[in-house]
């Protein structure tokens, strides 16, 4: 499986869609948008106002990818569904801990 995912020296960037006011929040997959770009597909129940659906993304990403809240930061696309989430740790680790959230 192709992760949607950029390695750096201090942990990774996870590329994003997010949709907001779902039923749920989960991490449901990846998809291939039109461009060719791979995203993980996310869902939170939050509204997208003030932060609130940012917010709830990095909750779940720390949470499903079992690392503090604190280590995970929405650094680009703040207003757009497709975002950049910043994750700082060892990237190698991080990236099967992905593997596996988006494998469930």
């Known amino acids: 499986m192709n992760l949607p995912c950029k ?45 609130a659906a940012n917010t709830a993304l990095e909750k779940l990403v720390a949470k499903s990818l079992g690392v503090p809240a604190t280590t995970v930061e929405v650094v680009a696309g703040g207003t757009a569904r497709l975002k950049t989430v910043r994750i700082s740790g060892e990237a190698q680790d991080l990236q099967q801990k992905l593997k596996q959230a988006l494998s469930r």
């Open 7 to 51: 390695l750096r020296d201090d942990g990774l960037d996870l590329y994003v869609r997010l949709t907001p006011k779902s039923s749920r929040d989960e991490l449901c997959g990846v998809d291939m948008s039109a461009d060719g770009k791979i995203h993980a597909r996310a869902r939170v129940r939050a509204v997208p106002e003030k932060g």
